[in-house]
């Protein structure tokens, strides 16, 4: 088992930034790959960006590729989504998910992963 608990969230105004935490127990956290989702009320859950074990490679969704950066610090059992020139499109509560290896699913699809956070709530607003 691990459990996943998100932080970071909060208003900030467009042009903003903000940096969402994702802080994992149980586990070696090292072992799975680590996704960033977001959900807006009646619309289904999104991908983001997604980090693979070795950190090495990442994906990005179209909407967030030269805003946000993925990034993985193993001995403290976090993956962080640093988010910039937030849009108030961006606004969403925002889920961090981890899921092992090997695995058949696309790591963009919620599918892919195992274990879920409770979510964080971003809005973005003047």
């Known amino acids: 088992q691990v459990q996943l608990v998100e932080s970071g969230g909060g208003l900030v105004q467009p042009g903003g930034s903000l940096r969402l935490s994702c802080a994992a127990s149980?586990?070696?956290?090292?072992?799975?790959?680590v996704g960033w989702f977001r959900q807006v009320p009646g619309k289904e859950r999104e991908f983001v960006a997604a980090?693979?074990?070795?950190?090495?490679?990442?994906n990005y969704a179209d909407s967030v590729k030269g805003r946000f950066t993925i990034s993985r610090d193993d001995a403290k059992n976090t993956v962080y989504l640093q988010m910039n020139s937030l849009k108030p499109e961006d606004t969403a509560v925002y889920y961090c998910?981890?899921?092992?290896?090997?695995?058949?699913?696309?790591?963009?699809?919620?599918?892919?992963?195992?274990?879920w956070g409770q979510g964080t709530q971003v809005t973005v607003s003047s």
């Open positions: 149980g586990r070696t956290f090292s072992n799975y790959a």
């Open positions: 998910a981890a899921g092992l290896y090997p695995q058949t699913k696309a790591i963009t699809s919620t599918q892919r992963y195992d274990y």
């Open positions: 980090i693979r074990r070795s950190g090495g490679f990442k």
